[in-house]
């Protein structure tokens, strides 16, 4: 489309006014948006802040991420979770490096092609960075086009997103396509709010119709939720000389591929000889609750191959997730919290339900976050979700080991 919308002007005019400071809206590059977008699937913009300039101050370039080892990549992403993205990062710039000479392909298919992108992200780094009129769909502007034309169905089936697509592809204008994408998704995540919708503060209200129907609290309508699964898993906590036994899991599992993590009884067997409790720890992926009892355990003949023995004091630099983290702090005694992301839609940033007063402080503490300055070695926290306190003699063992 070569024109917006009759409401076009007004949005892009409460953008210009009220669009939040952003560091990848600073110098949106096609690597800067590419990464931010990443980052921010299904993560809040107040908790991808501090990654975003880590990440950037460690791998400052496509050719810089394409040279880098998966495991400081996954370090540098370490409380983010969902760490596929992490991998497929890695993967689409070794692909960029390779197949495009270190440049970011400009095509649609080209970068729809990259391991992680798909249509709404390539759509977001092609308007943004790009200035192409390429449309996009999330949450938040599957909302706004929901209520704007009083859309019926469920936000995630298949005839629904066909029709805000098509809605979406018809309305982006040729000029500032990546601002008109922005001040959509934006608009979502600060007034038209998925429970309650601000509409006496928005710029494109006059032209809504469930406004009009007085729909705007039952748009878009309500997609049943998965019901909560509770997993119980046994992990094992083996030490000898000094060394702690980990487990490479397979990339066939179900949850975190890949990862190095504590054992679990199911992969020792016989070999392991079971001790005391240590406690428990609670994580959640997904719907997933899982609740992991630690172990004390003994080895009776020599590890199986995905098993390596690390010294203690490596132990917090394999141990990427945090559920593996919160299993280790029950006896490595790990200090604070490893970012406890709450999921949420992608640029909400718990703001939808504030006053103007508030969302100012909100951009001040945005402001601030995206100007911390700490090294990319900074080790994430770790005890959140531990339940129990280290055994007693455990605290002996290390006053012995410091009078030693």
Same mark, same amino acid.
């Given at each position: ?40 699937? @299904?993560? @809040? ?31 540098? *992403? ?31 298919? @080209? ?27 999330? $949450? ?24 805000? *697509? ?75 000389? $000094? ?70 004091a490596e132990v917090a630099d394999r141990l990427v997730s945090s559920l593996w983290r919160k299993a280790a702090a029950l006896r490595l005694h790990m200090k604070a919290d490893a970012s406890r992301v709450r999921f949420r839609g992608r ?10 007063? @508030? ?31 280290p055994p007693k003699t455990e605290k002996v063992e290390r006053r012995k080991e410091k009078r030693g």
């Open positions: 489309m070569s024109e917006a919308p009759p409401w076009g002007a007004a949005l892009l005019r409460w953008y210009d006014a009220e669009r939040r400071r952003l560091p990848w809206r600073e110098r949106p590059t096609p690597y800067r948006v590419w990464l931010s977008e990443i980052m921010l699937q @299904q993560t @809040q913009v107040s908790t991808v802040l501090p990654y975003y300039r880590r990440f950037l101050r460690r791998f400052p370039s496509i050719a810089g991420l394409a040279g880098a080892r998966e495991p400081e990549v996954l370090r540098l *992403w370490a409380g983010l979770g969902y760490y596929s993205r992490a991998r497929n990062l890695l993967a689409a710039a070794r692909k960029i490096v390779s197949f495009h000479g270190g440049r970011f392909p400009e095509g649609f298919d @080209q970068v729809l092609a990259l391991p992680g992108v798909g249509r709404y992200t390539a759509g977001a780094i092609l308007s943004i960075a790009f200035g192409k009129a390429v449309p996009l769909v999330d $949450g938040n502007v599957a909302r706004v086009f929901s209520r704007l034309f009083a859309l019926r169905g469920a936000p995630r089936s298949g005839p629904f997103l066909k029709q805000v *697509w098509e809605l979406a592809g018809a309305a982006v204008p040729a000029a500032r396509p990546g601002d008109w994408n922005q001040a959509l998704m934006e608009l979502g995540a600060l007034v038209c709010a998925p429970e309650t919708p601000r509409c006496a503060d928005c710029p494109v209200s006059r032209w809504c119709e469930a406004r009009r129907l007085g729909l705007q609290e039952e748009l878009p309508e309500s997609a049943p939720g998965k019901a909560p699964i509770d997993l119980a898993w046994s992990a094992l906590w083996i030490e000898r000389e $000094g060394r702690v036994l980990l487990w490479r899991r397979s990339g066939a599992e179900r949850f975190l591929p890949g990862h190095w993590a504590l054992p679990e009884q199911r992969h020792l067997g016989r070999a392991a000889t079971i001790g005391e409790s240590l406690g428990r720890v609670r994580h959640t992926i997904t719907h997933h609750r899982i609740v992991v009892d630690v172990r004390s355990a003994a080895l009776s003949r020599p590890a199986p191959k995905p098993a390596r023995w690390v010294p203690r640029y909400n940033g718990g703001m939808e339900k504030k006053t103007k007063e @508030q969302r100012l402080k909100e951009q001040e503490r945005i402001d601030e976050a995206s100007e911390e300055s700490f090294p990319a070695s900074d080790p994430p926290s770790w005890n959140a979700g531990v339940e129990a306190e």
